[in-house]
């Protein structure tokens, strides 16, 4: 059973920064692209970022880049999302996923998600 465990959401005021981690099992990482999708109240789950096996390439939703930014580490088989300049709009439940292409990406699995807020 495939498992995705995401971590580092939390609180933090506009302007603020914060890393979300994923980390699947260690075969799970090696096989898939991996990515990032939110979730906001009373909206449909959105795409994110993603980033193929090796590291290569990534994409990032065009209103995002800039301030979003993925990447991961083979070492530690974990991907980050690294997020600046937050936004009260950013609020969402962040998803961690798992899938075959990076462009577009449609999970085969998925993690449980962990909110972020961002208020003042």
């Known amino acids: 059973q495939v498992q995705l465990v995401e971590s580092g959401g939390g609180l933090v005021q506009p302007g603020d920064s914060l890393t979300l981690s994923c980390e699947p099992s260690?075969?799970?990482?090696?096989?898939?692209?991996m990515g990032w999708f939110r979730q906001a109240p009373g909206k449909e789950r959105e795409f994110v970022s993603a980033i193929n096996r090796s590291g290569s390439y990534s994409k990032t939703a065009d209103s995002l880049k800039g301030r979003f930014t993925i990447s991961r580490d083979d070492a530690k088989n974990t991907v980050y999302l690294q997020m600046n300049s937050l936004k009260p709009e950013d609020t969402a439940v962040y998803y961690c996923?798992?899938?075959?292409?990076?462009?577009?990406?449609?999970?085969?699995?998925w993690g449980q998600g962990t909110q972020v807020t961002v208020s003042s």
């Open positions: 996923a798992a899938g075959v292409a990076v462009n577009p990406m449609s999970p085969n699995y």
């Open positions: 260690a075969r799970t990482f090696r096989s898939y692209a």
